[in-house]
DNA sequence: TGTACATCAGTGAACGCGCGTTCACTGATGTAC
DNA sequence: TGTACATCAGTGAACGCGCGTTCACTGATGTAC
């Protein structure tokens, strides 16, 4: 009974889901409360049974987020070996099919430029997944065994949010492509765990 | 005569000016024609007299930051040494009074994880905006003597424009700060030009 | 120097539209007896 | 097993509001004579 979730926890899951993508991939404010509920299946009066309102929808849905990307990097970084996680977490993060899934994934290239103007508790999401992601890095690097893993921490995931960010601003394929592999190749460079091969 | 502005031209570039600081501070999306009008002196039906629409005011207000950006980058990779140059462009860019003028300086912090949704003519702005800084950072690097330009600079504009936008969406003041600082630091030491004082 | 007139940047009321939100209602489901 | 009823997730019409856009009008400026 309290792992089999009701009717109504499982619709507002499915519009949770559907508010991730939607705002992933539009923004914040690019999806409108009546077209988020038709893509559930729903009309949109029903939205305010599961909601406060749109500002709390949002909030919920960076909180999803949040705890998925918190998910997807100890599955990286977590148990393995620290040189060959980060090797993968690299490759993935920068891939190009995680270009062209924009309504998948981490949030931080789709969310962090608008996170000023977010409501507070959506914002603190933001916030909270940052601090997230430079923690774990650290932890790896600790375990790589860099002499400064918190600059270190700071100065990669900046630069894995930059180029997914700059990568998906390109319109050019090819353009778009060099760019995240010239990350990918400078970063495991510098963290000097270039001798492994790429994931598949 | 020529280089006299006229007084419509004038009006016309205090709303441009207007328009590129709110579309820093606000996104694209995040100001309207009324509001911005009343900021400029003036009431909203004028608009139409200096722009088609609004979308045509955006690629106009974007092409207007990326020739300054434009300007600003040739201020410190054009004349002056290589790695002086460098070293000043990043305590600059990365600085915490860059972050906390948001509605100044370089777009692309600001702009592009909302690049794909702009209407094609200031996409267009933005692309050719990532092009040039990488481009010029190319050609500093090529005369700092670096094996790898290309790569580098895909890296580099990465991370400097990661850590930016990274900041900016840290509430926490400190934390913000810090991120800045170790991105300034790393940078520098992967320049090979960290044996330079840093700008005031 | 003074008057008449054309030009045109800017005004402000009005419009249609899409948005978030409300609310009276529906109809399927499960329980009481 | 069958009937009556309460519950409640979801429906869809309606609302007020802010937005981009239009347009008839105003009034300052500069030129013609």
Redesign the interface.
């Known amino acids: 009974m309290a792992d089999k979730l009701s009717h109504k926890e499982r619709t507002r899951a499915r519009i949770l889901d559907e508010a991730a993508r939607a705002i992933r991939e539009?923004?914040s404010?690019?999806i409108g409360v009546a077209t988020l509920m038709k893509r559930a299946g729903l009309t949109h009066g029903g939205f305010y049974a599961h909601f406060e309102n749109r500002d709390d929808l949002v909030a919920h849905a960076l909180d999803r987020m949040r705890l998925d990307s918190r998910e997807m990097l100890a599955r990286y970084l977590g148990e393995r070996d620290a040189a060959e996680g980060l090797s993968a977490l690299i490759d993935y993060y920068l891939s190009d099919q995680t270009r062209k899934l924009?309504d998948q994934g981490c949030p931080?290239?789709?969310?962090?430029?608008?996170?000023?103007?977010l409501p507070a508790a959506a914002?603190?999401q933001?916030?909270g997944g940052?601090?997230n992601f430079?923690g774990q890095l650290e932890a790896a690097f600790t375990r790589l065994g860099l002499e400064n893993p918190?600059?270190?921490?700071?100065?990669v995931?900046?630069?894995?949010?930059?180029?997914m960010?700059?990568a998906?601003?390109?319109?050019?394929e090819s353009?778009a492509s060099?760019?995240l592999r010239?990350?990918r190749?400078?970063?495991k460079r510098?963290l000097g765990i270039d001798e492994l091969p790429a994931e598949h």
């Open positions: 539009y923004g404010e690019g924009v931080l290239p789709a969310l962090t430029q608008e996170a000023r103007r914002r603190d933001v916030e940052i601090r430079r918190s600059t270190m921490a700071a100065s995931l900046s630069e894995m949010v930059g180029a960010t700059l998906r601003a390109l319109n050019d353009e060099d760019l010239s990350s190749l400078e970063l510098r």
